[in-house]
């Protein structure tokens, strides 16, 4: 299946980090998901039904992220994946967490990873 339903952009904040500064206040994280799904039954019957849908998918990821602490964005990722193959059923994903700001001299810093049901 070469499908995709993808979010760009997701913007949570969190409690997230190592140092005891950073589990006091809550940063941003920007999250870009790239989910595999087989449009087609959705597309044939002009249906919502059979679509993947944009805004529970973004509402399930945020209240993830921003409902408990994570030291590391590795662990925001893992969930993440975790979240979309087993509620949303989906056959793969690829969750790329950025952590703007976290490195003085970087425009962005974070992970991407992609996990198979």
Known sequence: MTDQVFIEGLECQAVIGV?????????????????????????????????LCYDTVSKAVTALVEGHSHELVETVAEKIAALLLADFSVPWARVRVAKPGAVANAANVGVSIERMA
């Open 19 to 51: 140092f005891e500064w950073e589990k006091q206040i809550r940063q941003k994280l920007v999250i870009d998901l790239i989910m595999g799904w087989d449009n087609r039954r959705a597309a044939e019957g002009d249906d919502y039904a059979h679509a």
